[in-house]
């Protein structure tokens, strides 16, 4: 079982910047390739990247890519997404997930923190 923990989210004008963590537990938390996804209100949820588990391959979404990016430390248990040049379509809540088998398949979900950009 894998618990996961948002943080860092917020109220940010357009343009600014917010980093959100995620805190992981379990010890193989090095295998897992972890995810970040959003959901705003209204619409369904999107993926918005992911990471391998070693750190060494990240993907994003073309409406994040240059401006989000997804660090991981496999020593602390902890994922990061450093959002810059934040948008008000940016607003949603987010969540981190964890593809424990590297299948695609998101096992584990946090229970999101919420990001506000306003305009």
């Known amino acids: 079982q894998v618990q996961l923990v948002e943080s860092g989210g917020g109220l940010v004008q357009a343009g600014g910047s917010l980093r959100l963590s995620c805190a992981a537990s379990?010890?193989?938390?090095?295998?897992?390739?972890m995810g970040w996804f959003r959901q705003a209100p209204g619409k369904e949820r999107e993926f918005v990247g992911r990471?391998?588990?070693?750190?060494?391959?990240?993907s994003y979404a073309d409406s994040v890519k240059g401006r989000f990016t997804i660090s991981r430390d496999n020593g602390k248990n902890t994922v990061s997404m450093q959002m810059n040049s934040l948008k008000p379509e940016d607003t949603a809540v987010y969540y981190c997930?964890?593809?424990?088998?590297?299948?695609?398949?998101?096992?584990?979900w946090g229970q999101g923190t919420q990001v506000t950009v306003s305009s």
């Open positions: 997930a964890a593809d424990p088998y590297n299948s695609g398949s998101y096992e584990y």
């Open positions: 990471i391998s588990g070693s750190g060494g391959r990240t």
């Open positions: 379990g010890r193989t938390f090095s295998r897992y390739a």
